[in-house]
Nanobody, 116 residues
Framework: QLRLEESGGGVMQAGESRRLSCLVS????????MFWFRQAPGKQRELAAL???????NYADSVKGRFTISRNNANNRVYLQMNSLKSEDTAVYYC??????????WGQGTQVTVSS
């Protein structure tokens, strides 16, 4: 069974940086694309960034140039480096994988709060 454990959230000031981490258990991590989603209060969950199994990345326009997704296949972790944070980045952040999305798995997420 797949398990997704997000960590690294907190309360930051606008302009600060933060790195989120996600540990994935189960599945075959190295073969999956990995995703970071976020859900702001009162809004639908949206895709913020993705990284394929061969390292190609793509970002939502709202985070492009500020966020960087990366992965470490040796320890089954995916990261989201968030720079120049804005108040509109406030959300619960979730990671997921191809395997997780197909199976309907989600972790608890990690809360990121940015005050202006």
């Amino acid at each position: 069974q797949l398990r997704l454990e997000e960590s690294g959230g907190g309360v930051m000031q606008a302009g600060e940086s933060r790195r989120l981490s996600c540990l994935v258990s189960g599945g075959i991590f190295s073969l999956d694309s990995m995703f970071w989603f976020r859900q702001a209060p009162g809004k639908q969950r949206e895709l913020a960034a993705l990284i394929t199994s061969n390292g190609s990345t793509n970002y939502a326009d709202s985070v492009k140039g500020r966020f960087t997704i990366s992965r470490n296949n040796a320890n089954n972790r995916v990261y989201l480096q968030m720079n120049s944070l804005k108040s509109e980045d406030t959300a619960v952040y979730y990671c997921n994988s191809d395997h997780g999305l197909k199976g309907g798995y989600w972790g608890q997420g990690t809360q990121v709060t940015v005050s202006s």
